[in-house]
């Protein structure tokens, strides 16, 4: 099939690249445009030539390539994901065929820049993808130009936690003389903290087992959640604005400044060394984080981790507001500008839902995201088994969070990330940080919408 492409004049592309180090996509509003539809979507007859896959190679690297090429006929190659090169392919019109995508966070972003393509053809005719087998976890990877979560589907998930579950390790809450948190009863967030600073050891003024990581993929979207759990909104009904000031959003930082100060787990000052909760839980030294279902599948392959690990659903506050979000749903978009997108999608079906995903369902590295795959999760360990009933149960809290499609989350936590510690340290108010995040984030928010003009 053929394809008509647009790309980024140098001057355009340079005008808007220096965004890329704060985070933002640097493409213009319609970079490119396609002629080319899904005549034989998912049935393999138009699947041909070559596809490159931007990913990490942790999750579709070479070895994946050499299985998809020897399964569907086609030759595969990877590139690895890095931001900076895929928005200059993209700004040239020869982007990747298939890009790693988090569809929470990215879904809107890609979407109002009319770089990725609407999927809802391909999935219509798919073979092993059908409407009523979906996860609504999936509905991330949908945006309508207001809202997420409905209009066409821009992606697909390979698979999914909801990212504020706790897992926490039993010998060190019973060292602790802490009950353990109940596996179908959330815990208040202010219990989680007080146990938190109960669990916590240290040496000298060195903290020894951390007593709680709440960080999770990102602050802004652990403050998102928590305001809303408290029962407002962060961002603005238009997605263009935020408010930290509301009684609402204070209280959300009023948490995170408390336990930040509190000095019981790792934060911008002092950050975990390992720079992931997984190495530092196996070790013996973190006895509660919120990372979601996904870190189970570190526990498989180490009986010491897997006696002492336990599963608990996602803590709220005392408003009687439960809400289990989703910060991920890591998977695979396809650009508009694609070249060979029968193919690219052949791909896609095949990764996201063939062979691989049932391998993926199995070894316990997330929900799969497809319903019919999830009785293939792991339940042969006791620890595998209490996670997998409390993370069925936790799925009827999930809800879409629309995230705005003006600037990307990492330009939002940088921000973030650089006033902390301020506020940490004690030399700013919960207020007065909530007034520079505030203007600070407005500011890049505003100037976001208006290059999308």
């Not at 903290?193 to 060195?206: H, I, P, S």
């Not at 000052?269 to 919120?290: E, H, I, K, S, V």
Request: include cysteine; aromatic fraction near 8%.
């Amino acid at each position: 099939m053929t394809t008509s492409t647009q790309g980024l004049s140098r001057r355009r592309f340079l005008a808007l690249g220096g965004a890329v180090a704060g985070g933002s996509l640097a493409v213009g509003c319609s970079p490119a445009s396609s002629t080319n539809t899904p005549a034989a979507a998912g049935t393999g007859s138009s699947a041909k030539g070559v596809v490159t896959v931007m990913s990490q190679s942790g999750e579709f690297g070479p070895k994946e390539a050499k299985a998809a090429s020897q399964a569907l006929g086609l030759t595969v190659k990877t590139v690895e994901y890095d931001l900076t090169k895929l928005t200059a392919m993209l700004a040239s019109g020869n982007p990747p065929d298939v890009v790693r995508g988090m569809g929470a966070t990215e879904t809107p972003y890609l979407v109002a820049r009319q770089v990725a393509e609407n999927l809802d053809p391909y999935f219509a005719k798919s073979s092993l993808i059908k409407a009523d087998d979906i996860d609504p976890v999936n509905d991330v990877w949908r945006y309508d130009g207001q809202k997420q979560g409905a209009g066409p589907r821009y992606g697909f998930a390979k698979d999914y936690s909801q990212d504020c579950t706790i897992w926490y390790n039993s010998a060190l809450f019973d060292a602790a003389k802490v009950s353990h948190p109940s596996a179908t009863t959330p815990l208040l967030l202010d219990e989680l903290l007080d146990e938190g600073k109960r669990l916590v050891k240290r040496q000298g003024a060195k903290v020894s087992v951390y007593g709680l990581n709440p960080n999770g993929l990102g602050l802004f979207g652990q403050l998102t959640w928590m305001t809303d759990l408290a029962g407002g909104k962060l961002t603005s009904d238009d997605l263009a604005s935020v408010d930290f000031s509301t009684p609402e959003a204070q209280r959300a930082l009023t948490w995170y400044l408390d336990y930040a100060k509190a000095g019981i787990g790792p934060t911008v000052l002092n950050p975990d060394p390992n720079g992931w909760d997984g190495p530092t839980f196996q070790a013996g030294r973190m006895a509660a984080t919120l990372s979601g279902y996904w870190l189970g599948g570190l526990f498989a392959g180490d009986p010491k981790s897997a006696k002492v690990a336990g599963f608990a659903p996602a803590p709220q506050f005392d408003t009687g507001r439960r809400v289990s979000p989703c910060f991920g749903a890591t998977g695979l978009w396809m650009p508009k500008a694609g070249k060979n997108k029968d193919a690219a999608w052949a791909v896609m079906e095949w990764y996201l839902a063939g062979d691989p995903a049932k391998a993926r369902a199995a070894g316990g590295w997330g929900i799969p995201p497809l319903k019919s795959l999830q009785k293939l999760m792991p339940q042969k360990l006791p620890y595998q088994k209490q996670a997998y009933e409390t993370q069925m149960a936790e799925k009827q809290h999930f809800s879409v969070t629309s995230y705005t499609p003006y600037v990307r989350q990492d330009a939002i936590n940088a921000i973030i990330t650089r006033e902390l510690p301020k506020a940490i340290k004690g030399t700013t108010t919960a207020g007065q940080f909530a007034d520079t995040l505030n203007s600070q984030i407005n500011a890049q928010l505003t100037d976001g919408k208006k290059r999308l003009r």
